[in-house]
């Protein structure tokens, strides 16, 4: 079982940057594989970054290559996204999930077994 908290969120200008942080229970958590989604009011839930168990490996949805960045440290059973030059489109409940292998890099919500309760971020313009 893995307990995962979500911290960081809060509002911001546009341009502006956040740090999330997931802290997760449990002492396997290098053996998750570790997401971050996204769910704007009205739309469907949304991945948006994904990080292997060593922290090696990432993936980014297009639209926010080159602004996010997720990394992890397994030390702290802590997974973070860092999102610069944040945008109004960005604005969405932020959601920390965690998967076992089949779940590795994985851009759907389904196969991530354990998830956070959400962390709101707002992005004025």
């Known amino acids: 079982q893995v307990q995962l908290v979500e911290s960081g969120g809060g509002l911001v200008q546009a341009g502006g940057s956040l740090r999330l942080s997931c802290a997760a229970s449990g002492r396997t958590f290098r053996n998750y594989a570790m997401a971050w989604f996204r769910q704007a009011p009205g739309k469907e839930r949304e991945f948006v970054a994904a990080?292997?168990?060593?922290?090696?490996?990432?993936k980014y949805a297009d639209s926010v290559k080159g602004r996010f960045t997720i990394s992890r440290d397994n030390a702290k059973n802590t997974v973070y996204l860092q999102m610069n030059s944040l945008k109004p489109e960005d604005t969405a409940v932020y959601y920390c999930?965690?998967?076992?292998?089949?779940?590795?890099?994985?851009?759907?919500?389904?196969?991530?077994?354990?998830w956070g309760q959400g962390t709101q971020v707002t992005v004025s313009s």
């Open positions: 990080v292997s168990w060593s922290g090696g490996t990432t």
């Open positions: 999930a965690a998967g076992g292998t089949t779940a590795t890099m994985r851009t759907e919500s389904t196969p991530y077994t354990y």
